[in-house]
């Protein structure tokens, strides 16, 4: 199963080392990884998303807790979150395949940012299944380059 | 006033309470050095830096306190990862400044650079670069209160030579507030209270106590839980001496080299205790069949410590002294109203009867000298009151299991890590926190040899530490697993080339002593411990003698193998 951590630390050098570090000596992998800052000066957040099951993720929020540089470990999974990833795709676009590519870019509400004779690039963000479904649609066309952010993820307001 | 980086820590070193560092000089720590004359500890000058560590861990043991050492970049720093580590796995509190090249150097490839910090960051509760001389006092306050504070542990400082240098205004901070870090101390009323019934209620109940209890001091609250509620006790290595050794309800260490009636008593207990242990495969054995008839109940100051390895019933996230007096206030009424002596007197009557049916033996000899039996009369000639030390492997164990330890903080030994060359140093740092105590490193001919060259710290502070070799030539645990496990394999295992360890002792200044026959064994180790100053007493013993019993790795416990 996947998990989503909303990891919030003390923005010092060699914390994301701490971090990773901890999910490497246990033999863990991690899948997705976004840090940046929060509107506290010298407070990151990282959202990290890892495969594993149940016990193993519980060992790890504990791990993470205890870590003298990390304020505090939220585990997104259980709970009602927005979550969303960005990608930036170089397709190839020959004369043939253009307007297929701008439908499907209009379909999923992506964004051309850069174009040329023969390729295109496009920006899109939305949770991990849509991103998978872009990329799934856009690979027969031959996709020249790919960049992808990690998760970034916030608790809904309304739990209930 | 202003003062250098260097003076700076020196004084804070003197506000925590240091009275001894162990430590050896090199480029990056010149100027600490240059200071140490004023300085309001003691310096003790060893030989190698593995031993500064190890030495600070024996001190922290022995006295319960923070110990400190103090090493030079480079390969100073890292000569120290491996006490590191076994501080580490064990939970002692020791507090580890080494030098660092001058910052702008940071990254060069400076000579004698490492990045200590990077290397050290899994096996440190915490560490710390110091790039700024005016936030040197607060770290050092830090470092002491997050090694001594919540589940204990080493925390290194990493101190470049620039900045012991600058100098700033002197601003000791009172307080120490991390909003990252509050260990929780208190238990959970409503757990205590469960398992107050739990203890009410049980019919065999067994206390399994670790470490913690050592470093909570929750020894005198666990000696009246089990003594009131007449609950059989065992330990872990870490554990011994948290329950006094001669005491009936005492069934000695369990686990792989536990005793039977330890062993059997955890695979029949309706109700066990665990406090302040975290159910190592050493202690556990095949974890699905460890414990399968008891609820369990789990005291741990670490959170990550429960539902680690084995999943409990009752979890209490506490310092085990706080829980433990928590369940003797919440006891305390009961006494009067439970008949607990009558209660269990059927429980300890079997586990007696366990105890009869295989104790703690060995098969004596008039022609070669046990092991077993040297521990032993080490233990009758002291009273049970030295401090023990131990190397490890055979010498280990048979320390823990023939030595009745009755007090905490006296036996010193490498439990997590399994850290040969660990117990002379150690017995070093035990005997600057106790220097009125008889203090013994029981050791092997294999382990004695990875830290030996400390015979020359221990003649040149004049200590009267003892170091027993049980010598069987050969590096015994190793080769007891070739001969039970691995056909009679005894690949590289055979140490027939050593030094001659009576002239050893008096190449360095000490005294040296050999025992060869049964006979001599009691007038030659009486004579040992009472000859002043460092001794080593080179005993040759059984050379294919077995530690029993044994429960092979991954094995049931109650799968032991007996003498």
């Known amino acids: 199963m996947r998990y989503t951590l909303s990891v919030t630390v003390e923005n010092e050098p060699g914390v994301l080392s701490r971090v990773a570090g901890l999910f490497s000596g246990r033999g863990f992998n991690i899948e997705s990884l976004n840090v940046g800052p929060t509107l506290e000066s010298g407070v990151s957040v990282m959202t990290i998303t890892t495969e594993g099951d149940e016990q193993i993720v519980e060992q790890i929020v504990k791990q993470l807790r205890k870590l003298i540089t990390v304020i505090k470990v939220v585990d997104l999974t259980e709970m009602k979150s927005v979550l969303r990833e960005m990608i930036l795709l170089k397709v190839s676009a020959v004369e043939a395949n253009r307007a297929e590519i701008l439908r499907t870019v209009d379909i999923f509400r992506c964004k051309v940012v850069d174009v040329s004779i023969d390729e295109i690039t496009i920006e899109a963000t939305g949770n991990h299944e849509k991103i998978e479904a872009i990329i799934g649609l856009l690979t027969r066309f031959g996709v020249k380059e790919l960049s992808r952010s990690g998760m970034v993820a916030m608790k809904r307001s309304m739990q209930g | 006033m202003e003062l250098s980086g260097a003076q700076i820590l020196l004084e804070c070193l003197k506000r925590e309470g240091v009275e001894v560092v162990f430590g050896f000089p090199g480029g990056a720590v010149i100027d600490i050095y240059n200071e140490l004359p004023n300085a309001s500890f003691k310096h003790v000058l060893v030989r190698h830096e593995q031993a500064a560590i190890h030495a600070a861990d024996g001190y922290a043991r022995a006295s319960g306190k923070v110990g400190c050492c103090l090493v030079t970049s480079g390969p100073g720093a890292t000569n120290t990862v491996t006490g590191i580590a076994t501080a580490y796995m064990d939970s002692i509190p020791v507090v580890i400044l080494t030098g660092q090249v001058p910052t702008p150097l940071i990254g060069n490839d400076a000579f004698q650079e490492v990045d200590i910090v990077g290397i050290t960051r899994p096996c440190t509760k915490h560490n710390f670069l110091v790039k700024d001389v005016t936030k040197l006092a607060h770290t050092i306050r830090q470092a002491f209160f997050i090694a001594r504070s919540g589940r204990p542990g080493p925390v290194l400082v990493d101190l470049p030579k620039d900045v012991m240098q600058t100098k700033t205004e002197f601003v000791w901070p009172e307080t120490v507030h991390m909003r990252s870090y509050n260990p929780n101390y208190k238990p959970h009323p409503g757990q205590i209270h469960k398992v107050a019934q739990y203890l009410r209620d049980a019919e065999r109940p067994l206390i399994y106590a670790g470490g913690g209890v050592i470093s909570s001091h929750a020894n005198e609250a666990l000696t009246w839980l ?99 007096e928590a369940l003797k206030e919440a006891l305390t009424p009961s006494l009067e109203e439970y008949d607990f002596e009558e209660g269990h007197a059927p429980w300890l009557s079997k586990i007696a009867a366990w105890g009869k049916e295989h104790p703690l033996t060995y098969k004596p000899s008039d022609e070669n000298i046990k092991p077993q039996h040297v521990v032993e009369l080490l233990h009758e000639l002291t009273h049970g009151d030295a401090i023990i030390a131990t190397e490890v492997g055979q010498n280990q164990m048979w320390a823990a299991q023939f030595y009745k330890f009755n007090k905490p903080n006296t036996f010193l030994s490498s439990g997590g890590l399994g850290t040969m060359g660990y117990g002379f140093p150690a017995a070093i740092g035990a005997q600057f926190a106790c220097p009125g105590k008889l203090v013994i490193d029981v050791a092997g001919d294999g382990s004695i040899q990875m830290n030996s060259q400390e015979l020359a710290t221990s003649v040149a502070y004049n200590l009267g530490i003892k170091i027993v070799i049980l010598n069987n030539g050969f590096l015994g645990m190793v080769r007891q697993w070739q001969e039970l496990f691995y056909q009679r394999n005894y690949c590289e295992t055979c140490m027939d080339a050593q030094p001659d360890f009576v ?32 001794v080593i007493v080179d005993v040759l013993v059984e050379r294919e003698e077995n530690v029993y019993p044994m429960v092979p790795a991954g094995a049931s416990l109650t799968d032991m193998l007996l003498v």
């Open chain 2, 226 to 324: 089990a003594r009131k509620l007449r609950i059989p006790v065992t330990a872990t290595l870490m554990g011994l001496g948290c329950f006094p050794g001669e005491d009936p309800l005492w069934l000695g260490m369990l686990g792989m080299h536990g005793t039977y009636s330890a062993n059997m008593a955890v695979n029949h207990a309706d109700l066990v205790l665990a406090v302040g242990a975290r159910f190592d495969d050493r202690v556990t054995g095949k974890v699905s069949t460890f414990a399968p008839n008891a609820t369990l109940v789990h005291i741990d100051i670490d959170p990550t410590s429960i539902q680690k390895n084995v999943s409990v019933h009752v979890p209490i996230v506490s310092d085990c002294r706080l829980a433990l």
């Open chain 2, 503 to 534: 002239k050893l002792a008096e190449a360095y200044g000490a005294k040296g002593f050999r025992i060869t026959r049964p006979a001599d064994l009691r007038r030659g180790l009486q004579e040992a411990l009472e000859t002043p100053g460092t």
